[in-house]
């Protein structure tokens, strides 16, 4: 690509929507997000209604949605680096899609009870579990690496925007037209994605095997091992385990906060949640916005301390402006850092072992949140909410020191990823026609 002019202004801030197999993925992420966060509403809503109004049956539709992510998660990893990506993850909606109108026409006929609602919850979360994978690993070849950090910033703005377009669409449905036609509205937004991923299958390469070993735990275990021996990925895990187990976790208390802190409600809540969430779209629009004066390591030390500080504020200052700028920049900390996390990890590993890079980082994260945030709730009943707020925050600030200092380690093998020839992008840029090559190529290369 030498001598060709660097894109700028809009072109530049949106460079990896100029790849058009990439617009098909960015879209079908959001589609995909807003049915999961769909599911959220209504799944949990129903569960709320059919367990006597008990409190604990929506917190267990969420731990449904995650946990096949622990469980299932590297088994689908080892699949997506052994497998076209696209159908792949086009199964994993589809998944998702069967199970939703499974429960829109239980509920319709009259047939669908809180056991049932629970077990088709946990196959949604297992059809998510199986295209997460695959849709990370495929993304790096399609972009390239200088398109890389910009692209997952579009996916993490993606994911944030699938938290607005999910529930408020699933809201106006199940408050109209109840939770049958709902649960529709949600198998929707799936089938949508799955439209979306077979649109590409063509453009995404089935990954060499370097090493065929058959089974399913015996590629596991070369996952794990890889992630643990392949430098910076095993480092980069750790930092993010952290960042999700203490920022990102604690954030489940922010009711508790806004009623002790700010005497509020529900709407000094919302107002909270509000600015966190525009914050996580500004923020990762501000990192395109930089470009490619934006170097990754340097990106999760700003973005880390991002995440950390505004909790203390948040936390221990009682007045509303205040914390809504706190709020504000936490999001867009934690958005900045989640993709910045991912466009390293899957910029330096190899092609085939991006999908269980990606299952082994999305087990840890959903891991550490859904044990981690359990223990920040019930701290939060022994101690002041604030209080409690503000202590995960100054501990990431402690915890970014170390990695800090390491800061030239975790970015030399980061630029030979990025300097590598093997690493260029497949597809030009803004013709009207990609050429595309099929899996068959790719292993007679």
């Known amino acids: 690509m030498a001598g060709k002019p660097q894109p700028r202004g809009l072109s530049a801030v949106f460079a990896s929507l100029a790849i058009r197999p990439f617009r098909w993925v960015w879209l079908a992420a959001l589609s995909g ?3 999961r966060f769909a599911v959220i509403l209504v799944a949990g809503w129903e569960a709320y209604r059919l367990g006597g109004h008990s409190s604990l049956w929506p917190s267990l539709v969420m731990m449904l949605l995650l946990v096949p992510s622990m469980v299932f998660g590297l088994v689908a990893g080892s699949f997506a680096d052994r497998l076209n990506r696209a159908r792949m993850a086009a199964t994993g909606q589809l998944v998702s899609a069967f199970s939703c109108a499974v429960a829109a026409i239980l509920t319709i006929t009259g047939g669908l009870d809180l056991e049932r609602l629970l077990a088709l919850t946990a196959l949604v979360g297992i059809g998510n579990s199986v295209q997460g994978p695959a849709w990370q690993a495929m993304i790096p070849d399609l972009v390239g690496p200088e398109r890389l950090l910009n692209a997952s ?20 449905v199940l408050a109209e037209y109840g939770p049958g036609p709902a649960f529709f509205c949600c198998a929707g937004f799936y089938v949508a994605a799955l439209a979306m991923l077979m649109r590409i299958r063509h453009s995404v390469l089935t990954p ?17 091992r890889y992630v643990t021996t392949a430098a910076p990925i095993g480092t980069l895990l750790v930092w993010v385990g952290l960042h999700c187990s203490l920022t990102m976790a604690s954030i489940g208390i922010l009711p508790a906060v806004a009623t002790a802190n700010l005497h509020g409600d529900a709407g000094a809540y919302g107002l909270l949640l509000t600015s966190f969430g525009l914050g996580s779209v500004l923020g990762p629009l501000a990192m395109m916005w930089l470009g490619r004066r934006v170097q990754v390591v340097p990106l999760l030390i700003v973005s880390g301390i991002a995440s950390g500080l505004p909790l203390i504020t948040l936390g221990l200052v009682q007045r509303m402006g205040v914390d809504l700028v706190s709020s504000g920049i936490a ?8 993709a910045g996390i991912y466009s390293a990890n899957q910029g330096v590993a190899i092609d085939a072992m991006r999908g269980r890079v990606a299952s082994v980082q999305l087990s840890l994260t959903t891991g550490a949140m859904g044990i981690t945030s359990i223990g920040w709730g019930v701290l939060a ?7 409690v707020l503000a202590i995960p925050g100054f501990a990431f600030l402690i915890a970014c020191i170390p990695f800090s200092l390491r800061h030239r380690r975790i970015s030399a093998p980061l630029r030979r990823a990025m300097s590598s020839p093997a690493a260029a992008p497949r597809f ?3 013709t009207p026609e990609p050429a ?8 007679q290369a």
Not at 154 to 171: D, H, K, N, S, V
């Open 33 to 35: 997000n807003s049915g």
């Open 153 to 172: 910033m579009m996916t993490r703005i993606a994911q944030q925007g699938a938290e607005l377009t999910g529930p408020a669409l699933g809201t106006v």
């Open 208 to 224: 060499v095997q370097l090493v065929k070993r058959p089974g399913l735990l015996a590629p596991v275990a070369d996952g794990l």
């Open 331 to 338: 999001g867009a900390g934690q958005a900045v850092f989640m």
């Open 381 to 387: 009943g022994m101690l002041a909410p604030g209080i």
């Open 428 to 430: 030009p840029v803004a």
């Open 436 to 443: 595309f090559r099929s899996a068959p190529d790719r292993r």
